[in-house]
């Protein structure tokens, strides 16, 4: 096992589980979206201002075919990166994925104080995003759900606890 992607919806904890997993199983980290961040010396929400989501998911897939290829690292993926082109046949045949399964109402509550954070609800209203959340979990459920491992957490687990569930659920 060289990679394990941590997939799930924007606010799920993939970045934060990812670098905590990295450290107890000592593989390296990379944020996908802080990775093309630094690629491209622009932030994801001036990313999509200026080119727009579709050319987004494009510079998305290409790098993540490059960081496909780089061994021992767990890899936190954007929640939208498992749904577009190949994504998700390509993270299955590179490596183990992991998906980071809320519920609506868990989502909604970390997402509503980070929403500035985000360029899909950064001008949405509560409820706007409540049913913006609705409709996307719906159509990219059934790319989540070929993960290979999917983690249930609705705020009842810290993250350490949760890195402890994915650490045992990889036989370590």
């Known amino acids: 096992m060289d990679r394990i992607y941590l997939l799930g919806y924007m606010g799920s904890g993939k970045s934060t589980i990812g670098r905590l997993l990295s450290k107890k199983i000592n593989y390296s980290f990379i944020d996908l979206d802080s990775f093309i961040e630094n690629r491209y010396h622009m932030k994801i929400n001036d990313f999509f201002a200026k080119h ?6 494009k510079i998305e897939s290409k790098i ?4 496909s290829e780089f061994e021992h690292i767990v890899i936190a993926l954007g929640g ?3 749904c577009f082109f190949d994504n998700m046949d390509l993270i ?4 183990l994925s992991i998906y980071l399964k809320n519920s609506e109402e868990s989502l909604l509550s970390r997402l509503v104080s980070a929403k500035n954070n985000r360029p899909l609800i950064k001008d949405k209203t509560n ?5 913006f959340i609705s409709q996307t979990l719906e159509k990219r459920k059934p ?6 491992i999917i983690i249930e957490n609705d705020n009842q687990k810290d993250a350490n606890e949760i890195v402890e569930e ?3 659920s990889l036989g370590l």
């Open 127 to 131: 409820e706007e995003i409540q049913t």
């Open 92 to 95: 299955n045949a590179t490596g």
């Open 64 to 67: 993540l075919k490059e960081v």
């Open 80 to 82: 939208g990166t498992p």
């Open 52 to 57: 727009g989501e579709d050319e987004f998911r």
């Open 143 to 148: 790319f989540y759900e070929q993960a290979s």
């Open 166 to 168: 994915i650490f045992h």
